[in-house]
């Protein structure tokens, strides 16, 4: 993929990005309950990436940190979204590898998604509900995952809530 690269996302992306993920998911998306597990404008930017080509933002990746018992540090992944011209070429999957490379050298212990377990299973997600990992949204239990990077706490996991603080834009934190 020549002609695209990827960048950390920087707040003035804001809006290309909701716009991208109107086209994606549907404009009423904040009704998904996943949403209350976002605070807003609480994702965790030094993780956060974009996609741009001819410099239009055609893509996006975001996690957002929340609280689960047992690890010091968890992020919820989503929402991707590539836009439609630039689907099936494999930038979905680079976002995902991109930003789990990330994620991990930022030394977060686990990632939780819910997702599709087919596109999701690639990158390390294992079912979590058989761990007893509970999204409190109406989803269909198989679309729970989590990927864990430290020794899982005593199980069942429990639930996934709404991290209490808020993470600081880049350009506060002096990344890129
Ligand atoms: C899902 C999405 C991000 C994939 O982006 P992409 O750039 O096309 O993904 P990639 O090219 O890296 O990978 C595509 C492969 O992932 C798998 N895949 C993609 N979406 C999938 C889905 N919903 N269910 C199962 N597998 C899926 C398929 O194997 C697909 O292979 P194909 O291209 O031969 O059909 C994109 O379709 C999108 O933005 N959709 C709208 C938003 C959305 O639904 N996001 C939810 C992500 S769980």
């Known amino acids: 993929m020549t002609d695209v690269s990827l960048r950390l996302e920087q707040p003035a992306d804001d809006p290309a990005i909701e716009c991208l993920l109107d ?14 597990l976002r605070a807003p404008g609480g994702q965790a930017f030094p993780v956060c990436q974009v ?13 957002w940190p929340v609280a689960l018992a047992g690890y010091a540090s968890v992020y919820l992944l989503g929402p991707l979204s590539v836009a439609a011209a630039w689907r099936h070429r494999g930038l979905g999957a680079t976002m995902v590898e991109a930003g789990l490379a990330l994620v991990d050298r930022a030394g977060i212990e686990a990632v939780v998604v819910s997702g599709e377990p087919d596109f999701y299973r690639r990158f390390g997600f294992v079912a979590g509900a058989p761990l007893g990992l509970v999204l409190p949204l109406p989803v269909e239990p198989e679309r729970i995952m989590i990927r864990s990077r430290v020794a899982p ?4 996991l429990g639930p996934v809530s709404r991290a209490a603080a808020a993470v600081r834009p880049p350009a506060e934190l002096g990344a890129g």
């Open 23 to 36: 086209l994606g998911f549907s404009s009423n998306r904040r009704q998904r309950g996943v949403y209350s």
């Open 51 to 63: 996609a741009v080509a001819a410099g239009a933002i055609v893509a996006t990746l975001r996690f």
């Open 153 to 156: 706490p005593a199980q069942p």
